[in-house]
């Protein structure tokens, strides 16, 4: 009986040694596994610095360009509002010479249709009997 206690006590020991093997192995595991998580960790940081640096030069170089937008959409606009300024004053200055060489020539036009028109409206008025006097 003596053996069969010596082998199970053997027995015991060798389950005892795996047993602590095992708790050993799972703290190691447990310690590789909180290494990875914390690297895991300290990567998804990195990554979202990098990626949000990323952003932000992307939103500083969009900015940059939206800036040379308006800045030549301001230049265009200044263009077109000295153009509509100089149409505006071409068109009030042929107006205006307009209007002067009307109340030049309006006034002759109209001399030259009444001398024109006056002898045939004298021949009309005497047919009619109407009497006019002599100049």
């Given at each position: 009986m003596d053996t069969g206690y010596s082998t199970v006590r053997n027995l015991l020991y060798i389950v005892l040694v795996l047993v602590v093997l095992a708790v050993l192995s799972n703290f190691y595991v447990a310690s590789q596994l909180s290494i990875n998580s914390n690297e895991l960790a300290s990567l998804r940081g990195l990554l979202q610095k990098q990626l949000m640096g990323t952003a932000l030069t992307q939103a500083e170089e969009l900015e940059k360009r939206m800036d040379a937008l308006n800045q030549s959409a301001a230049g265009i606009d200044a263009k077109m509002k000295k153009?509509?300024?100089?149409?505006?004053?071409?068109?009030?200055?042929?107006?205006?010479?307009?209007?002067?060489?009307?109340?030049?020539?309006?006034?002759?036009?109209?001399?030259?249709?009444?001398?024109?028109?006056?002898?045939?409206?004298?021949?009309?008025l005497e047919q009619r009997g109407v009497p006019l006097p002599k100049p």
């Open positions: 153009a509509q300024d100089e149409m505006d004053a071409k068109l009030k200055k042929a107006q205006d010479d307009f209007v002067a060489r009307m109340q030049v020539e309006l006034p002759r036009i109209m001399d030259n249709y009444v001398k024109q028109r006056a002898p045939l409206i004298q021949r009309q």
